[in-house]
Each structure stands twice: as C-alpha cells, then as structure tokens.
C-alpha cells in the first residue's frame, strides 16, 4: 500500500460532506474519488471537495485501482452488499453507523472480511473523540470504582414525512438504527455485552420505530437504561455510575467535548478536550494508521463490539416489532 492512504467516499450524501471536510486534519490520508448512482450528484460532490475522480455507479470506484480504503455512507440497508463487494475487491472499508441494518448482515461481512484479511470498522466516531477517550482512561484506573451503570439519551424531533430516508423502512429508518445505535454503543464500549435486551417503545405509520427505551441487563447486576427518539427531543447527555463517583459527559455526548468527575468527597472536576476539525478526523485518522501498520482490525471499535451492538439493535427491533432488512440490489 502506498505511503499515502488514497480513500474513496460511496454514497455522497450530507454526513459525507461533514467527514471528507475533515480530511485536512488527518497527515497522509488524501480523498481522491466518490461514486453515486447518480453520476451528476457524484460529479457536484467531487467538484466541490477537489476530488480526481467521480463515478456513477458503485460498481465503478470498487473497481477504481487508485483507491486503498472506501468510506460507506449510503442508506443502512445498503452497507451490506456494497461492504461484500468491497472486501471482495480487495478495499478497506470504514462503514457508517449503524453498520448494517441486521445483526445477520453484520455478522456475514464481518466474517467475510476476517477471513481475507481485510480491514473493516464501523463509523463510530463517538469512541475516537478525545473527551471520550479520557474518559475509557479514567474508568479503567479506577477513578469512579467499579462501574455498575451506564445512562444515556438521544433524541431529536422530526416532523413525519413518511418520503424521508428517516422514516422510509426500506431505507433502515427510525431511531434505533439511526440515533439508537449511539446509545447502544456507548453502553457496550462501557459495560461490555449484555446478557438481556429489554425494549418498549412505538412505531410510525411507516412501520418503523418513533421512540424507544432499552434496559440492558447483566448477569453480575450491572445495567444500562438506553433512551433514543425521533418523536420528542432529548438533552443527548450519558453518565457513567461507579462504586466511588460517576462520570457525565456533557451534551451531545456522542461528540462531546467535555466530561465532569464526580469523585465521592471532593469537589466535580470538568475536563475539557474539543476534538479536531469537526470530530470525524479522529476516526479516520485511527483507519489511515491501522492501514499502515498492516491491522485488520482497529483495536478501539473492533469488529466483535460492532456485532455486539448490532445484535443489541436487532433484539430492540425485534421486540418493537420492526423487521429489517438488507437490499442486495445496490449494485444492480
């Protein structure tokens, strides 16, 4: 691979124009193509990011020898089968969240891409933010006790457009998928895997869900109660309960830039780390050195908390009674 890391962006639509920004950011790591199905939007986005090249199909950049890594930013559906196609073709992959819309679906692309040795992780750029990353050290030296408890909310309010991606079910809409996965995530990287799911909540006409809670259990007692909507608005805030004091993580804690210690008997400490550029650079710049140095995996999101929260997610949808599913279609 070439000392530069040469990334292409599949599906450019607003969260990509937000990351391919960061690029500036990130030494060695250089954007140089996009793909579209529709070639004129693929050609706009190129021309207004300063890319080489654009292409109209999907088909085409995974093709595109000039390319080391892709970014996938296309409708949760359609990670899947363009993630398949992908490793098979040999790139390296940092896939948007949520990774895929079916825990099956993540399984099968991540044991494809263990077994050829491809790079892949997911896009979660909450793990790579600075405040957050001081936060992973603070609990593991003990600085709250042991952790016994995870909170966290994340909720917007949309207006139902049932012509929306947010509330479209073909295109992996409603909360879980789309906000829920912050939630989830940012519980497991905590607390680990939990042993049950317990989810209430309820659905748009769509057939998608509007509003869930999520209590996350584990065996030795610990809990994580979860809360995402696109039906009313939340402050987006998480705390972390220990044995010896908890930590928040201030609004909007899926890219926050200041956390607060509470430690049992002395004054709150605030801590403030803001993220370079608008947040996305941290991931890519982890993906760019895991590229590097030859990993497969990144040992910050490995592949087995991404299936971990997949499978969270799949068992919240299932009790809501949600059923996604893959569109294999993407590259026709």
Same mark, same amino acid.
Request: proline share 6%; aromatic share 6%.
């Given at each position: 691979?070439?000392?530069?890391?040469?990334?292409?962006?599949?599906?450019?639509?607003?969260?990509?124009?937000?990351?391919?920004?960061?690029?500036?950011?990130?030494?060695?790591? =250089?954007?140089?193509?996009?793909?579209?199905?529709?070639?004129?939007?693929?050609?706009?986005?190129?021309? @207004?990011?300063?890319?080489?090249?654009?292409?109209?199909?999907?088909?085409?950049?995974?093709?595109?020898?000039?390319?080391?890594? #892709?970014?996938?930013?296309?409708?949760?559906?359609?990670?899947?089968?363009?993630?398949?196609?992908?490793?098979?073709?040999?790139?390296? #992959?940092?896939?948007?969240?949520?990774?895929?819309?079916?825990?099956?679906?993540?399984?099968?692309?991540?044991?494809?891409?263990?077994?050829?040795?491809?790079?892949?992780?997911?896009?979660?750029?909450? =793990?790579?933010?600075?405040?957050?990353?001081?936060?992973?050290?603070?609990?593991?030296?003990?600085?709250?006790?042991?952790?016994?408890?995870?909170?966290?909310?994340?909720?917007?309010?949309?207006?139902?457009?049932?012509? %929306? =991606?947010?509330?479209?079910?073909?295109?992996?809409?409603?909360?879980?998928?789309?906000?829920?996965?912050?939630?989830?995530?940012?519980?497991?990287?905590?607390?680990?895997?939990? %042993?049950?799911?317990?989810?209430?909540?309820?659905?748009?006409?769509?057939?998608?869900?509007?509003?869930?809670?999520?209590?996350?259990?584990?065996?030795?007692?610990?809990?994580?109660? &979860?809360?995402?909507?696109?039906?009313?608005?939340?402050?987006?805030?998480? @705390?972390?309960?220990?044995?010896?004091?908890?930590?928040?993580?201030?609004?909007?804690?899926?890219?926050?830039?200041?956390?607060?210690?509470?430690?049992?008997?002395?004054?709150?400490?605030?801590?403030?780390?803001?993220?370079?550029?608008?947040?996305?650079?941290?991931? &890519?710049?982890?993906?760019?050195?895991?590229? @590097?140095?030859?990993?497969?995996?990144?040992?910050?999101?490995?592949?087995?908390?991404?299936?971990?929260?997949?499978?969270?997610?799949?068992?919240?949808?299932?009790?809501?009674?949600?059923?996604?599913?893959?569109?294999?279609?993407?590259?026709?």
């Amino acid at each position: 691979m070439s000392e530069e890391i040469r990334w292409g962006v599949v599906g450019p639509g607003r969260i990509a124009e937000n990351v391919v920004a960061d690029f500036s950011q990130v030494p060695g790591a =250089r954007p140089v193509a996009v793909a579209s199905r529709s070639a004129d939007r693929a050609a706009a986005f190129a021309q @207004r990011h300063g890319l080489e090249r654009s292409h109209g199909s999907y088909a085409e950049i995974l093709a595109d020898p000039d390319v080391d890594v #892709l970014y996938v930013a296309t409708p949760h559906p359609q990670h899947h089968a363009v993630a398949l196609a992908a490793i098979d073709a040999g790139k390296a #992959l940092l896939v948007e969240k949520s990774f895929t819309a079916t825990t099956e679906g993540a399984r099968e692309v991540v044991e494809r891409a263990r077994d050829r040795g491809v790079f892949v992780m997911e896009a979660m750029w909450t =793990r790579f933010q600075p405040a957050v990353v001081r936060l992973r050290e603070l609990v593991a030296d003990g600085a709250i006790g042991e952790v016994r408890s995870v909170q966290a909310d994340l909720g917007v309010a949309r207006d139902y457009d049932p012509a %929306d =991606r947010l509330f479209a079910h073909e295109l992996g809409g409603g909360a879980l998928l789309d906000v829920g996965v912050y939630v989830v995530s940012f519980a497991q990287m905590v607390l680990g895997d939990p %042993d049950t799911v317990t989810a209430t909540g309820s659905l748009f006409p769509t057939g998608v869900d509007a509003e869930a809670a999520l209590l996350l259990g584990y065996a030795d007692g610990r809990s994580a109660t &979860l809360t995402t909507s696109l039906r009313y608005p939340t402050p987006g805030q998480a @705390r972390v309960f220990g044995t010896a004091g908890w930590i928040d993580v201030l609004p909007r804690f899926h890219h926050p830039r200041t956390i607060v210690l509470h430690r049992a008997g002395a004054d709150p400490e605030e801590i403030t780390l803001p993220p370079s550029g608008t947040g996305y650079s941290h991931e &890519l710049a982890e993906v760019t050195e895991c590229l @590097r140095a030859g990993r497969t995996e990144s040992a910050v999101m490995p592949l087995a908390d991404t299936l971990a929260v997949q499978s969270v997610l799949g068992r919240a949808a299932d009790q809501l009674g949600v059923a996604f599913r893959e569109d294999p279609h993407v590259l026709a």
